[in-house]
């Protein structure tokens, strides 16, 4: 079967068993919600959003060792946010790998992605394993769900760990390598494709060493983003009036950041995030239903933000190019 029209499938069911989910909540409950946060909450939540957005960016800008400018890194990232939104796995890295490959030579393109999301990894699995440890000191009525998030919290923490050391030891050029065995007609392709693996690696994995500064760097410009992301969680909440202590929240945060991984794995995010949310607010003993709300609120500011995006790069796309020549000469 192919497997297109099996992606094309899940990602029908999955848009809807949303519809399904919403209906079954009500579409008045649901447009009464919606209403509570109001345009002028949905702006604030964009703003929060666009916090997150730009800190990113700027990550990525320390990456490319500033050889990109902050705009066409900000516009860049969210163009590979906008894939990751629609396509499994990490297609969006791939894409956002080959837009920085217009500004940079492909290798230097490859190996900033792979530092940024190295860092993103590891400043998402600290500010997750932080807001657990608050939740389970400050929050003793879920202190078993608070106990669930910090052991999920821990293990992907050593998973950024793993996969630092086999970065850094260079076996994924090496298992290349080894499995490289084409015919004549391919050989000349595989093994600069080989090679173009290889070095990316080798200067991802020795950029920390021979750049500790930048990496510190980029990781904090990573957690500061995680963190505004956590605030606009907390303003949707409130906007929402749910009127969830603190730690609950920083618990809902933990929770719904460790899931992201699960869902990563579906053929689509949109109403698969909002149905794992919904599960997450159950398994708390809150109200399901309010789960699902919270994500759709949270989907509508994501989805205009990235729209706005979308529309800004398209219009000012000689603004956030930079000169290729010069990148590609130098």
């Not at 492909?106 to 590891?122: G, K």
Request: charged share 15%; glycine share 8%.
């Amino acid at each position: 079967m192919n497997k297109r029209w099996i992606k094309g499938s899940v990602s029908l069911v999955a848009l809807a068993g949303l519809f399904w989910l919403l209906s079954r909540i009500g579409w008045d409950e649901v447009g009464l919600r919606l209403s509570q946060v109001g345009v002028a909450g949905f702006g604030l939540l964009c703003l929060t959003g666009l916090i997150e957005a730009a800190l990113d960016g700027a990550a990525l800008h320390r990456a490319a060792s500033g050889r990109l400018s902050f705009l066409a890194a900000l516009w860049i990232n969210q163009e590979g946010a906008a894939v990751n939104i629609l396509v499994p796995g990490e297609a969006g890295e791939v894409f956002k790998a080959s837009l920085l490959a217009r500004h940079l030579p492909s290798r230097e393109a490859t190996s900033a992605v792979v530092v940024w999301n190295m860092a993103f990894r590891l400043s998402k699995s600290l500010v997750i394993l932080g807001a657990a440890c608050m939740a389970f000191a400050f929050f003793p009525a879920e202190r078993d769900a608070a106990t669930w998030a910090l052991g999920l919290a821990a293990f992907n923490l050593s998973l950024y760990f793993a996969l630092n050391a086999v970065l850094k030891r260079r076996w994924i050029g090496r298992a290349l390598s080894a499995l490289n065995r084409p015919s004549q007609s391919t050989q000349s392709r595989m093994m600069r494709f080989v090679g173009h693996i290889r070095d990316a690696e080798e200067k991802a994995a020795t950029f920390s060493g021979r750049r500790p500064g930048d990496y510190a760097a980029i990781a904090a410009f990573q957690a500061g983003a995680r963190v505004a992301g956590f605030t606009t969680l907390w303003l949707a909440l409130r906007l929402l009036e749910y009127g969830y202590a603190f730690p609950l929240c920083l618990l809902i945060y933990a929770l719904t950041e460790l899931a992201t991984y699960a869902v990563a794995l579906l053929p689509t995010k949109i109403g698969t995030t909002e149905g794992s949310t919904y599960l997450i607010f159950e398994f708390l003993r809150l109200q399901g239903p309010l789960g699902a709300i919270l994500q759709v609120v949270l989907r509508i500011k994501q989805l205009a933000l990235v729209s706005f995006f979308l529309t800004s790069g398209l219009i000012f796309s000689q603004q956030l190019s930079c000169n290729h020549a010069t990148f590609r000469s130098s």
